[in-house]
């Protein structure tokens, strides 16, 4: 409503104009046959009448009213070429802005709210190149200037550069016109001001930006590779180094549209997510559940469960599963599928060669796929304390009797829960004030209720100081509102993030940059400074999910083989996540603690899994599905879903949200009852309850009295 005015103002002067014929006053003919009046007002009030040229030209282009091109010629007509091309250069600038203003001001929310997905790489171009699209925009006159006013409008381009570079690239153009006004009294139409040849002169011109960008891009890469001998010929389309998630399926892709294709591992295939992290980790998720479901067994009206079991065949088991699913990333599958995997250290010797086992492997593109590992935190004495982390945790086969874990993350927190439950005492240390800061407090806090009842120990806002040993017992000293405590402790678990790996591979001889977090530097296309050589998974960033590294491979590896013919930018848009604690956190969009960093309005629908028939039945019914949309719209812009198979549930919205589908979609869906996934539904039927049309069912309501013959 509070647009309402503004766009009534905007409706009745633009109805005005055509109501009246105002555009009479604007045409050639007129013009003409009034020229010498015009200059002889002007000649006896100059100021008067280029203060009364100056608001009405600002005005016809500020409404977007057709005219300006015959007010660019009165003003040649009336002051000359440098006179009014002076005028009308800051008059049809500021006119121009004036209409990118107000339909910046009308349109452009709602436009954004409503197909932001669909504008998300736009915007992104608008953002970074924008200037340059509009110098070209305005560089050629075949594109209608009001037209381009209004577009840009609704593009996150800024108020100065559209003014800015407006009035440049709009320079040309006024100037052949302003210079026809001289010669008013032998033009016999508009047409004749832009012969053909004038309008592919404007149109090249205007490619000439983006040509010279082509060019620039060009040279840059030549400058880069400056120095560097291509060969002639090459022994692979590629080189992967790093068999991880982000370099198995770089492979897989690469090999299945037959490029020949190198895979170099030092360690063992599957890297992280198989060897040290998701695959092990859930395995003993699993069998932590077994014991902590056992605990319960008076909920499901089984009197006594007893359960008996070492420490050690737990951690036996879990090698077991990683054995068992080793051949889906093995030498032998790869090899079979066409890929050459090759065993040893990998080092970038220039961007097309790289030296493994001592023989060197000439390559057209490098894709780098080195993964990340554990970041120990710099507090003093810490190494002395020979830590347990991802990494070397599956080696253990003694349970700890106290153990400490530094973070309160996804890492952290699943794995404080197993150790609980096979019976450690668990303390975890955070800088913050809760676990699982980067979720909505409502969200964590569920996790948070549910380790408090199981003895787990969280202990936020501490300062970590050292750690110390005295009389064979170890202590973490940490700083709690000014006053000093130490914390004991048998075994220590860090799990305070991942660093990603940048060493040790050669790319100290091409100096590839790197961001603040430590992972390397790459473009939307995952180029790094040499435009043939690539980086994906946790080693890029900005996510570091092997379902991420997965889909930026894709990315990474079509890009390398068909880019010279079509690159694709990295979507990001829809990434999705999950903590697999007891209850799950799963996620996919935005949470509300982001809305608000970003400043976009949401609203929120929830529905507690207390009510859903499923979870009553299993004795689970406790965690909740929050949903973001879109104000007064069923456009989900993210959910977040905790509770029991959270991580299976989110698909449902992830799925939703990469298609464009709203709530209306779900809840027009058959869900099988009774399952988790009806709970989705009926997130969706809490929205449309709250957005129902009430004015309509209460003349509904009437209908319906109507019916009974009653009033």
Known sequence: ??????????????AAFFIFDLAQYLNLDFIKSNQTSFEQYYAENPIKTVAIFFGLYVLVTGLSLPGAAIMTLIGGALFGLVTGLLIISFASTIGATLAFLCSRFLFRESIQNRFGKQLHSFNAGMEKEGAFYLFTLRLVPIFPFFMINLGMGLTPIKTWTFYWVSQVGMLAGTAVYVNAGTQLGQLESLSGILSPGILLSFTLLGLFPLIAKKVIDLLKAKQVYAGIQKPSTFDTNIVVIGAGSAGLVTSYIAAAVKAKVSLVEKHKMGGDCLNTGCVPSKALIRSARFVADSKRSQEYGIEQSEVKFNFSDVMERVSKVVEQVEPHDSIERYTGLGVDCVTGNATILNPYEVVVNGEIITTKNIVIATGARPRIPAIKNIEAMQPLTSDNLWQIRELPKRLLVLGGGPIGCELSQCFA????????????????PKEDKDISDWVSQRFDQEGINVLGNRKMLEFVEREGSKYLVCEHKGQMEEIPFDQLLVATGRQANVNGFGLENLDIQTKADGTLEVNEYLQTKYPNIYACGDVAGPFQFTHAAAHQAWYAAVNALFGRFKKFKVDYSVIPAATFTDPEVARVGLNELEAKEQNIAYEVTSFDLEE??????????????????????????????????????????????????????????????????????????????????QKLLDWVAKFHRWERGQK
């Open 1 to 14: 409503m509070k647009k309402l005015p503004l766009l009534l103002v905007i409706l009745s002067a633009i």
């Open 421 to 436: 439950r096979f019976g450690s005492e668990v303390s975890i240390v955070l800088r913050g004030d809760h676990i699982m």
């Open 612 to 693: 859903l028939d499923r979870a009553i039945a299993d004795s689970d019914n406790h965690g909740k599905v929050k949903v973001l949309t879109v104000p007064g719209k069923d456009k989900i812009l993210g959910a977040t879903i905790v509770g029991p198979h959270a991580g299976e549930l989110i698909t449902e919205f992830v799925t939703a949200m990469k298609h464009g589908l709203g709530f209306n979609k779900i809840l027009g869906t058959i869900h099988i009852y009774p399952t988790m996934s009806e709970a989705n539904k009926y997130a969706a039927g809490e929205w449309k309850l709250a957005n129902a049309p």
